[in-house]
């Protein structure tokens, strides 16, 4: 009996480093995140940041792509907006070949987690962006556009207010 303890002990403090906390929702707060640009450049998610869209899947980044196309990079690269890949999922060799070569093109900045330990935690749903909304790290709010126009809208400043 104490050793199946003991070995259940064992499990649970060489899993804890690779458990999954609950991904960010409204009234989270994101800690500071340096990451790469697809050029290599540090870049920072700190309390300038208003907006950040999260990819971890082609489906997802296509939408984004199309948007880019769309809208040109503005909506993607101002206003404090941010756009971060999730690459882990993706083989290093085709990684490297193929797809940093493609986002190097790409006319706006986008952030690389290439391991996915700093991305962990951002929620993201099959096919479609992620989109946090904070306030000075803090989760506003989350949603998950399903086409290049619904990007863009949420991406988009808000209102000044009307007098």
Same mark, same amino acid.
């Given at each position: 009996?104490?050793?199946?303890? @003991?070995?259940?002990?064992?499990?649970?403090?060489?899993?804890?480093?690779?458990?999954?906390?609950?991904?960010?929702?409204?009234?989270?707060? @994101?800690?500071?995140?340096?990451?790469?640009?697809?050029?290599?450049?540090?870049?920072?998610?700190?309390?300038?940041?208003?907006? %950040? %869209?999260?990819?971890?899947?082609?489906?997802?980044?296509?939408?984004?792509?199309?948007?880019?196309?769309?809208?040109?990079?503005?909506?993607?690269?101002?206003?404090?907006?941010?756009?971060?890949?999730?690459?882990?999922?993706?083989?290093?060799?085709?990684?490297?070949?193929?797809?940093?070569?493609? @986002?190097?093109?790409?006319?706006?900045?986008?952030?690389?987690?290439?391991?996915?330990?700093?991305?962990?935690?951002?929620?993201?749903?099959?096919?479609?962006?992620? %989109?946090?909304?904070?306030?000075?790290?803090?989760?506003?709010?989350?949603?998950?556009?399903?086409?290049?126009?619904?990007?863009?809208?949420?991406?988009?400043?808000?209102?000044?207010?009307?007098?």
């Amino acid at each position: 009996m104490t050793r199946l303890a @003991l070995a259940l002990a064992l499990t649970l403090v060489l899993a804890a480093p690779f458990a999954r906390a609950e991904p960010y929702a409204a009234n989270s707060v @994101l800690p500071k995140i340096e990451l790469p640009d697809q050029h290599g450049a540090p870049r920072v998610i700190d309390e300038s940041v208003r907006v %950040v %869209v999260f990819t971890r899947d082609m489906d997802a980044g296509k939408i984004v792509r199309e948007a880019g196309e769309k809208a040109g990079p503005a909506p993607l690269s101002t206003n404090g907006v941010v756009y971060v890949a999730d690459l882990s999922g993706m083989p290093s060799v085709i990684r490297s070949l193929f797809a940093m070569p493609k @986002l190097r093109d790409r006319p706006y900045p986008l952030l690389v987690d290439e391991e996915g330990a700093k991305t962990a935690n951002f929620p993201s749903s099959d096919g479609k962006p992620t %989109v946090l909304v904070l306030d000075k790290l803090k989760v506003v709010s989350t949603s998950n556009p399903s086409s290049a126009d619904e990007l863009l809208a949420a991406v988009a400043p808000p209102a000044p207010p009307s007098p």
